[in-house]
């Protein structure tokens, strides 16, 4: 029986035509395995295109990008759709979501939970990053870990890392981070690259977003908030929120970390961080989200003082801290 990945490497070989998607709003990880994987296609000599409901986020437009990336499928055909880094299907957005029963899709991705959505899959949360498994791909298909390609990996790789920082780094992942460095990779140039993309207005949202700081449970659960006049005040968007969480985290005596962003109707969209065995994946799932045992979120449709302390109320149930 061929593994996984033999069977994703024989699915490319023997067609053409793909569409690559990942999840909106796409993090470092979802963003750099989109492109990774247009790189394996294009030194294929494939025809693909890349899709994303919503683009290419600003921090990343620094990226050589192997192929546009679509934000609407017209015009965007594939006989295969790789929906990569997303735990439910409802991730690539509604317009691709819609379509998805009537197209062969392969979904590769590394969440607690995926219910296995694709005509094929490949889920393992033993990786740390989808970029990983992109990776063991491009070696099954003889590419070599080079150039853009390795740049693009990189990304997903530090990104679910938290740059090496986070639970999920095992020696596979630090091995390959090694491999793409012999091979030519320059950590320095590509952190700056990666790490040096604020604007002002984000510190000012970020400064903000720090005074709502509030401390549960003698000071175990920590919690923050954006709201949308927060980011119509300082010029920022939904994207310029990501990772104030880990950094509530790294307040003192905390275990788990939230922020709650309002959303453009008014729900609250959350996130979630914890370290070791402290698993917020569980306190997510129920309020239908999802993720990882120390990384999750979801979304709570509510006015922002019930949706935090309904939260607030989960975590200190399932961290048993009341
Ligand atoms: P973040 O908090 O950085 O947005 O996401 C942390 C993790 O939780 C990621 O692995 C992400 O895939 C997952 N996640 C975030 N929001 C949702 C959601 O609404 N639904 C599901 N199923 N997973 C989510
Ligand atoms: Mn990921």
Redesign the pocket.
């Known amino acids: 029986m061929p593994s996984p990945v033999q069977q994703i490497a024989d699915l490319i070989r023997r067609s053409d035509h793909f569409l690559v998607a990942s999840?909106a709003n796409p993090?470092g990880d979802a963003i750099g395995s989109t492109i990774a994987l247009g790189y394996i296609l294009s030194a294929l000599g494939k025809d693909f295109c890349l899709y994303n409901p919503t683009g290419l986020p600003h921090q990343f437009d620094w990226l050589p990008l192997p192929a546009p990336i679509h934000t609407t499928l017209s015009g965007a055909e594939g006989n295969w759709i790789f929906v990569l880094?997303c735990?439910?299907a409802s991730?690539v957005g509604d317009e691709l979501h819609k379509v998805m029963g009537t197209r062969p899709i392969a979904n590769v991705d590394h969440?607690l939970g995926n219910p296995n959505f694709g005509q094929f899959n490949w889920v393992d949360d033993s990786y740390a990053a989808v970029a990983a498994m992109i990776a063991d791909l491009a070696d099954e298909l003889g590419v070599p870990l080079t150039g853009h390609l390795a740049e693009a990996i990189y990304l997903g790789i530090v990104t679910d890392t938290g740059f090496f920082t986070f639970d999920n780094t095992d020696p596979r992942i630090m091995e390959l981070a090694a491999r793409l460095i012999r091979l030519g990779l320059k950590p320095g140039a590509i952190n700056a690259k990666i790490r040096n993309q604020w604007t002002v207005s984000r510190f000012r949202l970020w400064g903000e977003s720090f005074a709502t700081t509030e401390m549960f449970f003698g000071g175990q659960v920590a919690v923050a908030y954006v709201t949308q006049a927060m980011m119509e005040r300082t010029g920022t968007d939904s994207a310029d929120c990501?990772e104030i969480?880990n950094f509530l985290r790294r307040l003192r005596g905390t275990r788990a970390a939230a922020i709650l962003r309002e959303q453009a109707d008014g729900a609250y969209?959350f996130?979630?961080?914890s370290t070791g065995a402290d698993n917020v994946q569980a306190v997510?799932a129920l309020f239908?989200?999802?993720?990882?045992r120390n990384?999750?979120?979801?979304?709570i449709a509510d006015e922002l003082t019930s949706a935090k302390k309904r939260l607030v109320k989960a975590l200190g149930e399932a961290l048993q801290l009341v």
Not at 295 to 299: C, E
């Open positions: 999840h993090d880094d735990g439910t991730r969440h990501e969480v969209k996130s979630l961080r997510a239908d989200g999802g993720g990882h990384a999750a979120g979801g979304t």
